[in-house]
């Protein structure tokens, strides 16, 4: 059994029962379907450690790489340190044959560690010469020559074999060579400018860990502070003011969780992306990018190692036992304030405490936070009980489960959970141009993080370093300002109607913030003035769409694909003027057309995922034809995004999301043909609008200007690519700290063009 047993109930007399009849309930439900769910299965402990797989699979790499396939024999071998036993010979190996691939891959740096761990664990002396100068062969690409003259000397110490010496000493002496050359370099002294500027982040930068800090908010700065009000909860106030770009908050989780989907390619406790991942000693499902890593994470994957259970239970479950494992620590650790029955003043209405001096990212932080189990879908209570119940029953003897705590924690995530994103590049199509987006690689919960409430147009912005959580202000906030996160629905990105669904399926409450609470604008313009249209009149009512405003029917419409609610929409028609030359238009041919925009842009994304999607591999025939049907998939997903631009430039306007995203669109098209000039064009074409949706400090102008300076800089365009990357860096700068992919990626550029033009027109003016 390969698969989590689920669980549904909707019969009344169930749901009418307290959380202690329901558990009551389920619990006598597992005891008759033990067989049927394989409850020995889930509690067996699986062994994987295999040292005949693992000597298979060196074989299959060994194949692989004598064919210089280096990626595919990367493969293998990184199975191989996984399935190999600890502390053996096989898994020394399995290190050594992943360094001779990471080192025809240049990755030089993961190279020369996995030759350390090849060493450390026990690769045989009479051979060591061999992982020595292979490790000496990656510090010399890294430009640490002293580093590989000491281990090409340890080399020659051992080795007796007289051509394998001569190849020796000629690389000891390209690397003494090498050491000599490097200059010695003074400690670094930073300017005073930049020494001033790191001194102020560290100023602003949130003290660290549940309970340090001298503010009342938990590891952010002393000027927030924790309200509450009745019909409203807690919420987070600026009690002075805030600078935009300053760090607010930063947060380890209480408890979290990689997703199964990126279980092979990242850290299972920091979650970074890992081209050589460590493996555990007892298991080889968790992998690590740090042996220190891995050591932070036995508080949790003791119990979880090697159990069949944690494969495949869902991860939320497995989310909020972590979060029970990490009470337990916190318990064992703070004997003399039991966390069972800590002293807890009077409730205030809602069950929340009233507020104390301090909110402190502790297990009682997080016990506090809301469950909405009385307004959650009754199906998913149902089955959190029988996770719960499960998870009880599977864990007996290992842990002891208070499945009512762990029914309160499910409940509790399916609002407060946050979701890690990392931003990920993937090349376009036959480009060098990056495609930015972001991806969800684990869950957690943050307590202090949870107690800020939804905007659909947030003050902050959130950047994740690993498992990190850092929050900053994205533009200046007052004192007595509430500080608002956005919980996904963004103005920017959806309409009123959809967020507000979304917020109230999702999060359970209905969003009264201030774009919720202002009028819809009608979406069309006038063809000829270019100002919003306005509304004359509505039909009679006669069904719940016909009573909406034109500008919620045109959401809905954008929303529906069936010819009933189309006709719904003819129906629902009303007249539409322009308030300066008051021309007429008819609604519901507008949203005809609106329509026709949409399908054409849908085609076109078909096309361009289809032409993305298209291999050239095989014989140079086969490659050369699937190159020709790439193009003329290109070039007509070009005639249909062309067209709904046409369309909704005339319908639209001037600033509306929709005409952003076909220009953003187009432009991927002509950088996927390699055409970056004219995909600049598109790109800018796209900022103005953005600039009007999210402002223009905003991450999401940040990420579109560094889009742009990189399509300057491979269109040969330095000095716009300059100022572009200037531009990008200062906005990004604010949001996120030194180390971000893209800010890193934005440097290269930086310091490749300043070599270019010190070697041509001479120092760059704006340095």
Sequence with gaps: MDYWPTYFEDDQSFLALDLHGKINNVSAHVDKVQSRINLARLSAEVQEKDNSKALELKESGNALFKQQKYSEALQKYNEMVFRSPAASETLAFAFANRSAALSHLAEHAAAADDASRAIDSGYPKARRFKILQRRATALLALGRGSEAAADLRLAIETCTDAAE??????????????????????????????????????????????????????????????????????FVVATAPVDAGQALLQEEPYAAVLLREHEASRCHHCFRASIALLPCDGCSWARFCSASCRHEARCYHALECRLHMFRIAPTLLVLCLRILIHRNLEQRQSSHSPIDSPARPAALPGGVARLPDRFDADYAAVESLQSHMGELPPSFVAESVFNAVLASRILAGRMQVDVERLVHHLCQMRTNVYAIFSLVSSPSSSSSVEQLSQQRIAEAVYPSASLLNHACRPNITLDYTGRTLTIRAAQAIAAGDEICNCYGPHVGHMGTKQRQQMLRTQYLFECRCACCSEAQPVPFACGQCRLPLQQQHLPPPG??????????????????????????????????????????????????????????????????????????????????????????????????LDKCSSIRRRLLTNFHKDIAEVDDAIAQIYASTGDYGNAAV??????????????????????????????????????????????????????????????????????????????????????
């Excluded at 300017?191 to 860990?209: F, L």
């Excluded at 034109?550 to 009303?574: K, P, Q, V, Y």
């Excluded at 103005?688 to 560094?706: K, N």
Aim: proline share 5%.
């Design 165 to 234: 010496l001569t190849v020796l000493r000629n690389k000891l002496e390209q690397a003494t060579n090498s050491s000599a050359a490097a200059s010695p370099q003074p400690p670094h002294s930073p300017p005073a400018a930049a020494a001033a500027s790191v001194a102020q982040q560290q100023q602003q930068q949130p003290a660290a860990g549940g309970r340090t800090g001298g503010g009342q908010l938990a590891n952010a700065i002393d000027s927030l502070a924790v309200s509450y009000e009745p019909h409203r909860g807690r």
């Design 543 to 640: 069904g719940a769409l016909q009573q909406q405003s034109l500008a919620e029917s045109f959401e809905t419409i954008t929303l529906m694909a069936d010819e009933t609610h189309r006709a719904a929409a003819d129906a629902a028609a009303a007249t539409l003027s322009c308030p300066r030359c008051a021309t007429h238009y008819d609604a519901a041919q507008l949203l005809r057309e609106q329509q026709l925009a949409d399908q054409m842009f849908e085609r076109g994304r078909q096309l361009m995922q289809s032409a993305a999607a298209a291999a050239a591999d095989g014989t140079p025939e086969e490659a050369a034809a699937a190159d020709s049907q790439q193009v003329d998939q290109l070039n007509l997903a070009l005639r249909c």
């Design 682 to 767: 598109f790109v800018r074409r796209a900022l103005l609008v953005l600039e009007q949706l999210f402002g223009p400090t905003s991450t999401e102008i940040g990420h579109e200007r560094a889009k742009l300076a990189q399509l300057l800089f491979n269109s040969d365009n330095p000095l716009e690519a300059m100022t572009e990357i200037e531009n990008a860096r200062q906005i990004l700068n604010k949001h996120y700290g030194p180390d971000h992919e893209t800010l890193r990626e934005l440097q290269q550029m930086r310091s490749h063009l300043l070599k270019l033009f010190e070697q041509t027109v001479g120092p760059y003016w704006g340095t």
